[in-house]
């Protein structure tokens, strides 16, 4: 069975940084992609940053440029460095991974939260 665990969240001033971490159990193929999201209440979970099969990586407008997805295959973890957090980055940070046959099965971690503030 497969199991997602995100940590590192908190609280950071704007400007500053935070390191998530995902840490998987069970069984994801090097050949399924695996991402981050984050949601915000009231608001539908949006796609954040992506790690390909092939390694290459997307992000989404809101956070290229700051945001570094990062996938250790050896130790099935899954990093996200934040830099220069605004804002409008606080939400609920979760880790998604495709697994299973044809890599068509979603898995979601619990989340966890992160709040920039002053």
């Known amino acids: 069975q497969v199991r997602l665990v995100e940590s590192g969240g908190g609280s950071v001033q704007p400007g500053g940084s935070l390191k998530l971490s995902c840490a998987v159990s069970g069984y994801i193929s090097g050949r399924c992609s695996m991402a981050w999201y984050r949601q915000v209440p009231g608001k539908e979970r949006v796609l954040i940053a992506r790690?390909?099969?092939?390694?290459?990586?997307t992000y989404d407008n809101s956070v290229k440029g700051r945001f570094t997805i990062s996938r250790d295959r050896s130790k099935n973890i899954l990093d996200l460095q934040m830099d220069s957090l605004k804002i409008e980055d606080t939400a609920v940070y979760y880790c998604a991974a495709n697994g299973g046959g044809g890599c068509g099965e979603r898995y979601w971690g619990q989340g966890t939260q992160v709040t920039v503030s002053s």
């Open positions: 790690s390909a099969p092939d390694d290459s990586k």
